[in-house]
Protein backbone atom coordinates (compact mmCIF):
# COMPACT_ATOMS: atom_id res chain seq x y z
CA UNK A 1 0.00 0.00 0.00
CA UNK A 2 1.11 3.78 -0.57
CA UNK A 3 3.26 5.17 2.60
CA UNK A 4 4.50 8.52 2.67
CA UNK A 5 6.36 9.12 5.82
CA UNK A 6 8.35 12.07 6.49
CA UNK A 7 11.19 13.21 8.93
CA UNK A 8 13.84 15.90 9.82
CA UNK A 9 11.01 18.68 11.33
CA UNK A 10 12.24 20.42 15.08
CA UNK A 11 12.57 23.55 17.33
CA UNK A 12 14.81 25.92 15.38
CA UNK A 13 15.89 29.89 15.77
CA UNK A 14 14.48 32.73 13.46
CA UNK A 15 17.73 32.47 10.20
CA UNK A 16 18.44 28.59 10.60
CA UNK A 17 17.79 25.96 8.29
CA UNK A 18 16.46 22.50 8.34
CA UNK A 19 15.96 19.78 5.89
CA UNK A 20 12.89 17.40 5.59
CA UNK A 21 12.84 14.24 4.37
CA UNK A 22 9.91 12.01 3.18
CA UNK A 23 10.13 8.68 2.13
CA UNK A 24 7.84 6.78 0.14
CA UNK A 25 6.48 3.20 -0.56
CA UNK A 26 3.86 0.95 -2.13
CA UNK A 27 3.93 2.88 -5.74
CA UNK A 28 6.57 3.80 -8.54
CA UNK A 29 8.00 6.93 -7.12
CA UNK A 30 9.61 8.21 -10.57
CA UNK A 31 5.99 8.43 -11.98
CA UNK A 32 4.10 11.54 -10.03
CA UNK A 33 4.82 14.67 -9.10
CA UNK A 34 5.64 15.29 -4.99
CA UNK A 35 4.01 17.97 -2.73
CA UNK A 36 5.27 19.88 0.32
CA UNK A 37 2.15 21.25 2.09
CA UNK A 38 2.53 22.96 5.26
CA UNK A 39 -0.47 24.02 7.29
CA UNK A 40 -0.02 26.40 10.70
CA UNK A 41 -1.25 26.08 14.33
CA UNK A 42 -5.40 26.56 13.72
CA UNK A 43 -4.52 27.30 10.10
CA UNK A 44 -5.90 25.98 6.65
CA UNK A 45 -3.34 24.33 4.41
CA UNK A 46 -0.47 26.08 1.62
CA UNK A 47 0.96 24.81 -1.03
CA UNK A 48 4.50 24.87 -0.80
CA UNK A 49 6.50 23.35 -3.34
CA UNK A 50 5.71 20.32 -5.85
CA UNK A 51 8.55 18.71 -8.29
CA UNK A 52 7.89 16.70 -10.99
CA UNK A 53 8.78 12.95 -11.18
CA UNK A 54 12.03 13.37 -13.09
CA UNK A 55 12.88 16.38 -10.54
CA UNK A 56 13.68 18.54 -13.41
CA UNK A 57 10.47 20.71 -12.98
CA UNK A 58 9.38 22.97 -9.72
CA UNK A 59 7.41 25.29 -8.40
CA UNK A 60 7.19 27.16 -5.49
CA UNK A 61 5.03 29.50 -3.64
CA UNK A 62 6.12 33.38 -3.36
CA UNK A 63 6.57 33.54 0.26
CA UNK A 64 9.66 30.56 0.33
CA UNK A 65 10.77 31.27 -3.02
CA UNK A 66 14.40 31.93 -2.90
CA UNK A 67 14.23 30.69 0.50
CA UNK A 68 13.63 26.66 0.27
CA UNK A 69 14.60 24.01 -2.29
CA UNK A 70 12.59 20.84 -3.46
CA UNK A 71 14.22 17.93 -4.72
CA UNK A 72 14.05 14.33 -4.92
CA UNK A 73 16.29 10.93 -5.06
CA UNK A 74 14.07 8.50 -7.13
CA UNK A 75 16.64 5.86 -6.81
CA UNK A 76 15.98 5.81 -2.85
CA UNK A 77 12.14 7.13 -3.30
CA UNK A 78 12.48 9.84 -1.37
CA UNK A 79 11.47 13.49 -1.54
CA UNK A 80 13.32 16.44 0.31
CA UNK A 81 12.39 20.25 1.66
CA UNK A 82 15.75 22.29 2.29
CA UNK A 83 14.40 25.42 4.45
CA UNK A 84 17.31 27.98 4.58
CA UNK A 85 16.40 31.04 6.61
CA UNK A 86 13.53 30.46 8.51
CA UNK A 87 11.27 33.09 9.78
CA UNK A 88 8.45 32.61 12.72
CA UNK A 89 5.88 33.03 10.09
CA UNK A 90 7.20 29.25 8.59
CA UNK A 91 6.37 27.30 12.18
CA UNK A 92 3.41 24.79 10.76
CA UNK A 93 3.06 20.95 10.15
CA UNK A 94 4.75 19.77 6.49
CA UNK A 95 2.92 17.15 5.10
CA UNK A 96 4.18 15.55 1.78
CA UNK A 97 1.69 14.20 -0.53
CA UNK A 98 1.62 12.65 -3.68
CA UNK A 99 0.06 13.93 -6.64
CA UNK A 100 -2.32 12.73 -9.15
CA UNK A 101 -2.36 13.99 -13.05
CA UNK A 102 -4.68 13.42 -15.87
CA UNK A 103 -7.90 13.61 -15.70
CA UNK A 104 -7.11 13.74 -11.67
CA UNK A 105 -6.42 17.47 -12.19
CA UNK A 106 -3.26 17.24 -9.59
CA UNK A 107 -5.63 16.59 -6.89
CA UNK A 108 -3.71 15.23 -3.67
CA UNK A 109 -4.16 11.15 -3.29
CA UNK A 110 -1.86 10.38 -0.52
CA UNK A 111 -0.37 12.49 2.09
CA UNK A 112 2.30 11.63 5.06
CA UNK A 113 1.42 12.30 8.69
CA UNK A 114 3.43 15.29 9.03
CA UNK A 115 6.03 16.64 10.63
CA UNK A 116 5.74 20.22 13.00
CA UNK A 117 8.32 22.78 12.46
CA UNK A 118 8.86 25.37 15.13
CA UNK A 119 10.66 28.77 14.33
CA UNK A 120 10.86 30.31 17.73
CA UNK A 121 13.71 32.14 19.26
CA UNK B 1 -6.62 32.52 -7.39
CA UNK B 2 -8.55 33.29 -4.46
CA UNK B 3 -10.55 30.27 -3.05
CA UNK B 4 -13.95 31.39 -0.90
CA UNK B 5 -15.66 28.89 1.39
CA UNK B 6 -19.15 29.31 3.05
CA UNK B 7 -20.10 28.93 5.35
CA UNK B 8 -16.93 28.89 8.19
CA UNK B 9 -19.09 26.92 10.13
CA UNK B 10 -21.87 25.01 10.78
CA UNK B 11 -23.92 22.36 13.39
CA UNK B 12 -25.40 19.58 12.33
CA UNK B 13 -27.32 16.62 13.35
CA UNK B 14 -26.64 13.09 12.17
CA UNK B 15 -28.63 12.04 9.38
CA UNK B 16 -28.95 15.45 8.14
CA UNK B 17 -28.07 16.99 4.38
CA UNK B 18 -25.09 19.61 4.44
CA UNK B 19 -23.83 21.31 1.59
CA UNK B 20 -20.48 23.46 1.66
CA UNK B 21 -19.84 25.98 -1.53
CA UNK B 22 -16.61 26.70 -2.50
CA UNK B 23 -16.26 30.12 -4.75
CA UNK B 24 -12.89 31.07 -6.87
CA UNK B 25 -11.84 34.39 -7.64
CA UNK B 26 -11.83 33.24 -11.68
CA UNK B 27 -12.35 30.65 -13.98
CA UNK B 28 -10.73 27.17 -12.58
CA UNK B 29 -12.58 24.95 -15.31
CA UNK B 30 -13.19 21.52 -12.94
CA UNK B 31 -9.66 22.20 -11.21
CA UNK B 32 -11.35 21.53 -7.99
CA UNK B 33 -11.16 19.39 -5.22
CA UNK B 34 -12.73 18.79 -1.81
CA UNK B 35 -10.86 17.41 1.21
CA UNK B 36 -11.65 16.25 4.78
CA UNK B 37 -9.64 17.17 7.80
CA UNK B 38 -9.78 15.77 11.63
CA UNK B 39 -7.94 16.94 14.20
CA UNK B 40 -4.40 16.07 14.43
CA UNK B 41 -4.53 14.13 11.07
CA UNK B 42 -3.59 14.97 7.31
CA UNK B 43 -6.20 15.93 4.90
CA UNK B 44 -7.93 13.06 2.97
CA UNK B 45 -8.92 13.61 -0.57
CA UNK B 46 -12.74 12.99 -0.78
CA UNK B 47 -13.65 14.44 -4.75
CA UNK B 48 -11.40 15.45 -7.47
CA UNK B 49 -11.88 17.30 -10.64
CA UNK B 50 -15.12 18.84 -8.89
CA UNK B 51 -17.23 15.85 -9.21
CA UNK B 52 -15.02 12.67 -8.68
CA UNK B 53 -15.62 10.66 -5.84
CA UNK B 54 -11.97 9.70 -4.69
CA UNK B 55 -12.11 5.63 -4.05
CA UNK B 56 -12.95 4.48 -0.57
CA UNK B 57 -15.28 7.83 0.07
CA UNK B 58 -18.87 7.04 1.23
CA UNK B 59 -21.36 7.76 -1.44
CA UNK B 60 -22.74 10.48 0.88
CA UNK B 61 -20.25 13.05 -0.71
CA UNK B 62 -21.22 14.42 -3.73
CA UNK B 63 -19.13 17.43 -5.51
CA UNK B 64 -20.42 19.60 -7.83
CA UNK B 65 -19.94 22.99 -10.20
CA UNK B 66 -17.89 24.31 -13.05
CA UNK B 67 -15.89 27.32 -13.25
CA UNK B 68 -16.51 29.73 -10.84
CA UNK B 69 -18.98 27.97 -8.60
CA UNK B 70 -18.37 24.52 -6.62
CA UNK B 71 -20.52 22.65 -3.92
CA UNK B 72 -19.87 19.85 -1.45
CA UNK B 73 -22.59 17.35 -0.71
CA UNK B 74 -23.27 15.22 2.28
CA UNK B 75 -26.66 13.63 1.91
CA UNK B 76 -26.47 11.85 5.13
CA UNK B 77 -24.45 12.90 8.02
CA UNK B 78 -22.77 10.16 9.97
CA UNK B 79 -20.68 10.67 13.17
CA UNK B 80 -17.38 10.38 11.09
CA UNK B 81 -17.91 12.82 8.72
CA UNK B 82 -17.66 15.70 11.36
CA UNK B 83 -14.59 17.88 10.81
CA UNK B 84 -13.23 20.11 8.46
CA UNK B 85 -13.44 20.44 4.75
CA UNK B 86 -11.08 22.20 2.22
CA UNK B 87 -11.72 22.83 -1.48
CA UNK B 88 -8.52 23.23 -3.11
CA UNK B 89 -7.85 24.75 -7.15
CA UNK B 90 -5.06 23.21 -9.26
CA UNK B 91 -5.72 25.67 -12.15
CA UNK B 92 -3.19 27.57 -12.11
CA UNK B 93 0.00 28.15 -9.51
CA UNK B 94 0.14 29.03 -6.46
CA UNK B 95 -2.42 26.13 -5.80
CA UNK B 96 -4.56 28.10 -3.13
CA UNK B 97 -7.11 26.24 -0.53
CA UNK B 98 -10.42 27.81 0.91
CA UNK B 99 -9.83 28.85 4.21
CA UNK B 100 -11.78 25.79 5.51
CA UNK B 101 -15.58 24.87 6.74
CA UNK B 102 -16.21 23.55 9.82
CA UNK B 103 -18.96 21.14 10.50
CA UNK B 104 -19.55 20.95 14.24
CA UNK B 105 -22.46 18.73 15.87
CA UNK B 106 -25.44 20.08 17.02
Known amino acids: QVRLVESGGGLVKPGGSLRLSCGAS????????MNWIRQPPGKGPECVAYISGSGTYTTYADSVKGRFTISRDNANNSVFLQMNSLRVEDTAVYYC??????????????WGQGTLVTVSS | IQMTQSPSSLSASVGDRVTITCRAS??????LHWYQQKPGKAPRLLIY???SLQSGVPSTFSGSGSGTDFTLTITSLHPEDFATYYCQQTYTSPRTFGQGTKVEIK
Open chain 2, 49 to 51: AAS
Open chain 1, 97 to 110: ARELKGWSRSSLDY
Open chain 1, 26 to 33: GFTFSDYY
Open chain 2, 26 to 31: QNIGNY
